[in-house]
């Protein structure tokens, strides 16, 4: 191998490891800024407990959230015709064998949305 050859090979082979290094620096650097929840330098099982308390607090907040809109679309008119046509529905196709409850239901709830939209 040429000594220019060489001498190529090993300085490709010191900037790639120059930009190793560098690159695990910064991994290092975002690790810490976005695991070092109470700022003591360090990952540790305080930074744990802090996240796991902050996603207990977003769930409970998720949760609050889906049970208030929830309540609101079972407040609304189109819910409750739907829902009462699909009873009536399911109820007349019990005794019919091809139809049944299930596609009686569905057929319910399709003229309780259209009674609500024709309203």
């Avoid at 560098?22 to 290092?28: E, K, L, W």
């Avoid at 407040?75 to 005794?95: F, M, Q, R």
């Amino acid at each position: 191998m040429s000594s220019k050859l060489k001498s190529a090979y090993t300085s490709v082979g010191r900037s790639l490891g120059r930009v190793s290094s560098v690159v695990g620096s910064m991994a290092n650097t975002v690790a810490m800024e976005i695991g070092d929840l109470n700022g003591d330098g360090k990952i540790d099982a305080e930074d744990f407990k802090i996240a796991t308390s902050k996603a207990k607090e977003i769930g409970a907040a998720t949760a609050n959230e889906a049970i208030r809109i929830g309540k609101e679309a079972l407040n609304s008119e189109l819910v409750k015709d739907t829902a009462a046509a699909a009873v009536v529905g399911a109820a007349i196709a019990i005794p019919i064998p091809v139809i049944g409850p299930v596609a009686g239901a569905t057929i319910g709830a399709g003229m309780g949305i259209y009674k609500n939209i024709t309203k």
